[in-house]
């Protein structure tokens, strides 16, 4: 059969689509295996920061009984600059800064002394209706925090990081977060780095390090290992099969040769497409009943018309498996024999693969593009103490109280930290749980 | 004579007669696949000889965009063909689920979310939807209908116990899909437990496995108690309803009296025109080339992630055109559909400033081409957008007082 190097298609849109075939020029393989992490290890920030003394808080919302309540107006709440300077203009939040700024144009200043007795506690509330410190038994209970909580909530956010372009209303709140942003980073038992908070929690939750011991995580990686190995080459064998049963229909299916008539069988289900005189039917050897169509669907009738064929005379092309040795099914995933010659796809989707696994220590881990590979060992005390508090405790129970405890003395109770990360959170964590 | 090495054989294509948009040389696939449907639908069996000649010539699943688009949808046709869609559908599904294990899905899922917002857009939205609907609940039952592997719970547990006031109960029901094998599943159950107990918070998980088709869920098998507060959360769910069960799914979600539901969906078509195979053929092309080179630019070019999502891909392209009712069903629709269909029984809410910010903010970490698009007209909540064009939904709703 001559080789077609060009052929026409009439658009019913109109006009024409011209197909030219050319012989590639060799195998362009592009792309090369998975690259590993270029950034180079950023220390981890010091954990062992020193346990401050706090004054006993009340949970927030929680007033004092005996408090006096003050409801502020919107208004009075977002001032910022209530007392000017007569010199300069300058405006400030309160008056001993005020104060304390005269001196430096030489003018006459006085600070209010504190008054000796100790004054009724007053609490605030919100004049938001619909807020939940509108409520006088929720009202906060100093000035300062009311006028943060107003502003957070129902203010404008109109300060914006500049790097993610997360929204505040709070100025401090903005530089508090511009500090940190970017510069965090979190790191996983398993060793891995991250530099996104949620990805690195969505892997943690997952990562293999959290839900076994370290001597089950290797047996278990050196399984997996295998086994997805052994999996891909699968996968290849069942995409590929489609266009390789057409391949092999497509000597009779070429539009120049198109007048071969055979007996017209009805044909289940082929003929309702193909219109009378179907001519799949040529495709297949007498030997082959189109009724094993029937069966099934295509699947045995695909793979005893495979073995039909003369399988030498089968083309190949440079992307697909040989149908020697093996026998790709369209449908079936059947067990994996390795094929004589193994395509040089599937073994760049191998080396990715193997790439991919080899470049981290633990499979709870995957290749990086923003992560970095550290070993577990390494790093803080403080990490290194919860993985081996994890090892050797028998409950999860024990664990949990062992890490509570000693993330509050090494963070002073002040804030939560339940990933391992010895991180002190300065910003307030969003409402999802981002950044 | 042909050459048989295989070396040698591959051929490229392609050049258009008509003075065109030069960039339309690089779109033959669609046209092939069009024509391809047309011819079909008009019966011309020359044509539609010639055309598959033509495409399977071309087709191959290593290749670029139009390639692979070429040979999925050529499996499709096949499959249609032969009426052999169903049976097609579900033994790739079997044999995916075989060869599935807790640690390819993980990969898969966390790869995907690492490169690309196409999922974690839903999720970021939903969860913050979620946070707000439950502020001030301390039993919490999520009921959860998606095709994510729970990657969307971490954070949302991370927020929980982070949140201040007293750190809620919550109890997570997986309603379970076709492709989602009841190992991986139990893992991932193991997983979320372990996770919960690390952030402290008082956690259960249950997973459903669907016994006839999603459309016929029933509150009995959520095993929902008196005195939580309900949360549904759909991530590519409603599309594997029935097109004819979609109205009572509704009804059904109604029912179980939920302080929200969060929707997401991909933005497309295929429900319309499923009488008209050649304009399903139409919209199904034009969504799946759009994910398609979106994968492509957004993974590296030999990342096994990436293959297996397009294996996925080309399973669902059978499953939109290959597959008329029986269990199969992944016919989506737009926003201004589903939010016809919502309306009925919910109404819609804003997602809050907060939840724009922390979206803004995600999109920042990818690569260009992403944004954020409010929905306008008849369509409530928001649009991730790629290249301009809005590939996923995300939108949150409340139920109308009766």
């Known amino acids: ?8 298609i009439e658009l019913s849109g109109g006009g024409k689509l011209a197909i030219v075939f050319r012989e590639a020029e060799g195998e362009e393989m592009a792309g090369e295996a998975v690259s590993k992490a270029s950034r180079p290890p950023n220390p981890c920030p010091d954990p062992s920061l020193p346990p401050v003394v706090k004054k006993k808080r009340n949970l927030p919302g929680t007033p004092d009984p005996e408090a006096e309540v003050i409801a502020l107006s919107p208004r009075t709440l977002l001032a910022t600059n209530r007392f000017p300077c007569e010199i300069c203009g300058k405006g400030f939040q309160r008056d001993q800064n005020l104060q304390l700024h005269r001196r430096g144009h030489n003018l006459p200043w006085k600070l209010k002394q504190r008054s000796g007795k100790e004054p009724r506690k007053r609490v605030y509330v919100c004049p938001e209706e619909s807020c939940i410190h509108h409520n006088p038994a929720r009202a906060l209970g100093d000035l300062t925090g009311i006028k943060k909580h107003f502003c957070r909530k129902h203010g404008e956010k109109k300060w914006k990081c500049d790097k993610c372009s997360k929204r505040y209303a709070v100025q401090s709140d903005w530089k508090a977060h511009s500090k940190t942003c970017g510069t965090r980073e979190y790191r996983c038992d398993c060793g891995v780095l991250f530099s996104r908070r949620d990805s690195f929690i969505t892997h943690r939750a997952f990562c293999d390090a959290l839900a076994e011991e370290t001597a089950r995580v290797s047996a278990a990686y050196t399984m997996t290992n295998t086994a997805s190995i052994g ?23 070429k539009p120049n040769i198109m007048d071969r008539e055979v007996g017209q069988q009805d044909r289940h289900g082929c003929s309702s497409w193909m219109g009378h005189g179907g001519r799949l039917d040529n495709a297949f050897d007498g030997t082959t009943a189109m009724s094993e169509i029937n069966h099934a669907g295509l699947v045995d009738s695909q793979l005893s018309w495979i073995h039909c064929n003369k399988l030498s005379s089968l083309p190949t092309s440079n992307t697909l498996k040989p149908l020697m040795g093996s026998v790709p099914s369209l449908f079936t995933s059947l067990p994996h024999r390795p094929a004589p010659d193994v395509s040089a796809t599937a073994l760049l989707q191998k080396a990715a693969q193997v790439g991919a696994i080899s470049t981290t220590p633990f499979s709870g881990s995957f290749g990086p593009s923003e992560c970095q590979n550290t070993s577990a060992g390494d790093g803080s005390v403080f990490d290194g103490l919860l993985i081996h508090e994890f090892a050797a405790s028998n409950t999860d129970e024990v664990y949990i109280t062992r890490t509570r405890s000693m993330l509050r003395d090494c963070l002073g109770g002040a804030t939560r930290d339940f990933l391992g990360v010895g991180v002190q959170t300065l910003c307030q964590p969003s409402a999802n749980g981002w950044i | 004579m042909r050459n048989t090495d295989p070396c040698h054989h591959h051929p490229s294509i392609c050049c258009l007669l008509e003075p065109k948009d030069p960039r339309e040389e690089e779109k033959w696939a669609a046209e092939l696949i069009q024509e391809c449907a047309k011819a079909i639908a008009d019966k011309d069996s020359s044509k539609i000889r010639h055309l598959l000649w ?21 499996q499709a046709l096949l499959g249609r063909a032969a009426e052999a869609g169903e049976l097609c559908y579900t033994t790739l599904i079997s044999a995916a689920e075989k060869q599935q294990s807790f640690v390819t899905a993980r990969k898969v899922m966390l790869k995907f979310q690492e490169v690309s917002p196409w999922t974690t857009f839903g999720h970021v939205a939903s969860n913050g939807a979620i946070m707000e609907a439950m502020e001030g609940e301390s039993k919490l039952h999520i009921v959860d209908i998606s095709n994510t592997y729970c990657t969307q719970w971490p954070t949302l547990l991370e927020a929980l116990a982070s949140r201040g006031s007293d750190t809620p109960h919550l109890r997570l029901t997986v309603v379970a899909m076709l492709s989602m094998g009841r190992s991986v599943m139990d893992e991932i159950g193991r997983r979320m437990v372990k996770f919960a107990r690390l952030m402290g918070v008082p956690f259960e998980f249950h997973v459903v496995s669907i016994v006839s088709t999603l459309g016929q869920l029933t509150e009995e098998e959520l095993g929902l108690r008196k005195d939580e507060a309900v949360a549904v959360n759909c991530v590519g769910a409603l599309r594997r309803v029935r097109v004819e069960e979609r109205d009572a799914f509704m009804r059904t979600l109604c029912a179980l009296r939920p302080r929200v539901v969060t929707v997401v969906e991909e933005e497309a078509d295929f429900t319309t025109s499923r009488g008209d195979s050649v304009a399903c053929f139409q919209q199904c092309v034009r969504f799946y080339s759009i994910f398609l080179g979106m994968l492509e630019e957004s993974f590296s070019p030999t990342s096994n992630e990436k293959f297996l999502l397009e294996k996925e891909c080309s399973r669902s392209i059978l499953g939109v055109l290959a597959c008329n009712g029986g269990g199969v069903c992944e016919r989506r629709e737009k926003a201004s559909q589903w939010c016809e269909r919502l309306t009925e029984a919910f109404a819609p809410t804003a997602f809050n400033d ?6 803004e903010a995600l999109l920042e970490r990818y690569r260009e081409g992403w944004s954020l698009v409010p929905a306008k007209g008849n369509a409530a909540g928001l649009y991730l957008t790629w290249k301009a064009e809005p590939v996923v939904w995300a939108s949150a709703w409340k139920p109308i007082k009766p």
């Open chain 1, 1 to 8: 059969m001559p080789w077609t190097s060009e052929t026409h």
């Open chain 1, 231 to 253: 999996s891909v080459d699968s996968l290849l064998q069942d995409g590929v099969a489609t266009p390789n049963i057409w391949k092999h229909l497509s000597p009779n299916l």
């Open chain 2, 54 to 74: 033509v495409l399977n010539e071309l087709a191959t699943p290593y290749g670029d965009c139009d390639q692979k688009l070429a040979s999925y949808f050529l």
């Open chain 2, 354 to 359: 907060d939840v724009i910010g922390d979206l």
